[in-house]
């Protein structure tokens, strides 16, 4: 039997010593890959057969590889390291190499998107086979596109109007210094820091917290406020009335090559269960021996109480293998590829970085995974999630790259089912107490990835409709307070201060409409946890299936396919049932 220890990962596979000629050699071929690349440019025709067409996919895909392999070496060197100047400089060398290829290759992308009548188009994409919906969406994406000096225009302007105003409000807030009194001491930090304290286990510390980052955007709430009416409206200017898109958050739905429809289903059925949490709350309260929860209490430790049971490394990796295997062997090999090739760093080390990710570089190459373990259960879910990652990516190992990695919505599905299968597998082996633990953070989890997701984004709907037709900073903030009651209802009391929390939120400015990914992921994932639940055995095929599609289909059609229906409400209402489910396991443990 393997023991599983804490260690580092191999990135030989990917490629030599940086210092090494064959490092050049590797730079050298990737760079005169592209050149070649460069002389098809006179050869596009759109008369072409298919099958020279093919050919020349056929080396952007070679291109991409070759890049991914020089890319992810740096980047996962720097992971492990971000204080080697060694790693770093490395990963600014390669990135700027990876903009430069991206540059040259760039035409052909264009002259697709652009050059093609339709009627050689769809011959085209008729005989593209798994690359054919790669090809639609491009096509569909470009339909909103303009002419060359119309975009050249824009793409100059937003060097200078809306992504400067992001970097603006981006240095604005990264710059905001906060002071916190703990105990009798002032304590200088940063927000990240100080996002710690909204999760300590004294309510007065919580509170402060989240005075303390509120007090300064709100202080600062003119020019924040300001920086995020003009992003929405250039949101609304340039996508609907210039672009065309219907309205502003069909240029996310296009983006994600989901339907309109489909997300308002989503959204619908999230607002109309928010009672499930709320019920939730009432639980949590009960537990921190408090009346009511205020809303700076929402990430207090429920379980602080209860000692928490410490999982030993090579414990939680053999967990995480059996809840994979009592679904699917061929999903517990591809978990397991990842330890027998040193794909995973899994200590904590200084200069590491924090948190976890799973990378995915070529179909060819098995993904790399990083944690940062110290035996917590939640360290345990953290493993069983990326590992998740790590099997999605395996199970479309025979896509080409371009198609490879699912779509954002449907992008956290394999990890979330990952996480369920481990709860299913130990929750009848774990004291009460544990489950207490286990429930109330998996449901905290669940709160912040799809309720607080979705009702961010039924704010946004509501903010770029208020800003369109000329609105002011406190009436955009009494619409967000008025989010945050209707989803809390009387599960917990909002105070005040919490309606400026939008401005603090980075995607609203970044990546307006992002945050519904999250729920769609998610929730997704609880639904068709339902479905095995219900079918057994019979269901892992189809699974599996999901899973190998890559981002090969649009995700409404894939899943139309084995008989779910993401258009309608039925579905995401299962989702939720199994939300339900745990709430009223966590209370009868009350």
């Known amino acids: 039997m393997s023991q599983y220890q804490l260690g580092t990962w191999d990135l030989s596979e990917l490629a030599k010593n940086p210092k090494s000629p064959a490092f050049q ?61 060694e790693a770093t400089s490395l990963m600014t060398r390669m990135s700027k190499l990876g903009s430069e290829i991206s540059n040259k290759i760039l035409f052909f992308d264009l002259w697709w998107k652009t050059q093609v009548d339709e009627k050689n188009a769809k011959r085209l994409i008729k005989d593209a086979g798994e690359l054919s919906e790669y090809l639609a969406h491009k096509r569909l994406i470009a339909k909103y596109s303009l002419s060359e000096p119309e975009e050249r225009i824009i793409n100059t302007l937003d060097v200078t109007g809306i992504s400067a105003l992001v970097k603006l409000y981006d240095k604005i807030t990264n710059a905001f210094e906060y002071e916190m009194k703990i105990g009798n001491k002032t304590k200088k930090m940063t927000r990240e820091e100080l996002t710690n304290y909204v999760r300590d286990t004294n309510p007065k510390i919580r509170e ?158 098995t993904p790399y995974v990083l944690v940062n373990f110290t035996g917590k259960s939640r360290d345990v879910f953290t493993l069983a999630h990326e590992l998740g990652h790590a099997v999605h990516s395996q199970a479309a190992q ?54 607080r997701q979705s009702f961010f984004t039924i704010f946004e709907i509501d903010a770029h409709k208020q800003i369109g037709n000329g609105t002011t900073i406190d009436e955009i903030s009494k619409t967000y307070l008025q989010n945050l009651k209707q989803q809390f ?39 068709l946890f339902q479905r095995y639940k219900k079918e057994g055995q019979d269901f892992v095929p189809a699974y599996i299936d999901i899973l190998g599609a890559g981002g090969s289909k649009k995700p409404e059609k894939l899943l139309q396919e084995h008989g779910l229906d993401i258009g309608s409400t039925k579905f995401w209402q299962e989702g939720f049932d199994y939300v339900d489910e745990q709430v009223k396991a966590l209370s009868s443990l009350n």
């Open 398 to 451: 025979d896509r080409s790259i371009l198609v490879q990695d699912a779509p954002l919505p449907l992008a956290e599905t394999a990890s979330t089912f990952s996480e369920l299968l481990l709860y299913d597998n130990i929750s009848d082996k774990i004291s009460d107490d544990e489950k207490k633990i286990m429930l109330s953070e998996k449901i905290d989890d669940l709160y912040a990835t799809i309720l």
């Open 25 to 85: 050699k590797q730079i050298k071929e990737l760079e005169n890959y592209a050149i070649k690349f460069e002389k098809i440019k006179s050869k596009l025709d759109p008369k072409m057969s298919s099958k020279k067409f093919m050919e020349i996919l056929n080396q952007v895909e070679e291109i991409s590889e070759k890049m991914s392999k020089i890319g992810g070496y740096a980047s996962l060197s720097y992971s492990s390291d971000t204080q080697s100047d």
């Open 489 to 527: 209802g009387k599960s917990v009391n909002v105070t005040d201060d919490f309606a400026i929390e939008w401005s603090c939120i980075p995607h609203f400015y970044h990546t307006p409409f992002y945050c519904y990914a999250y729920s769609f992921g998610n929730l997704l994932a609880l639904s």
């Open 208 to 365: 402060t917290a989240y005075k303390t980052i509120l007090g300064k955007y709100n202080q600062n709430k003119g020019v924040v406020g300001e920086i995020y009416q003009n992003i929405a409206l250039n949101w609304k200017d340039e996508g609907i009335d210039i672009r065309g898109y219907k309205t502003p958050i069909s240029m996310r739905n296009i983006g994600n090559d989901v339907d309109d429809k489909t997300i308002e289903s989503l959204l619908t059925v999230c607002e109309k269960n928010a009672p499930v949490f709320q019920k939730f709350f009432v639980q949590k309260a009960k537990m921190l021996k408090m009346k009511k929860l205020r809303r700076y209490d929402i990430y207090a430790p429920a379980a602080a109480n209860i000692k928490e049971k410490n999982y030993s490394y090579n414990k939680s990796v053999k967990l995480v293998f059996e809840s994979l295997g009592r679904f699917s062997s061929t999903l517990e090999d591809f978990a397991r590829k990842v330890f027998n090739e040193n794909h995973i760093d899994s200590s904590v080390r200084q200069g590491k970085r924090d948190g976890a990710f799973c990378s995915t570089l070529t179909p060819k190459i």
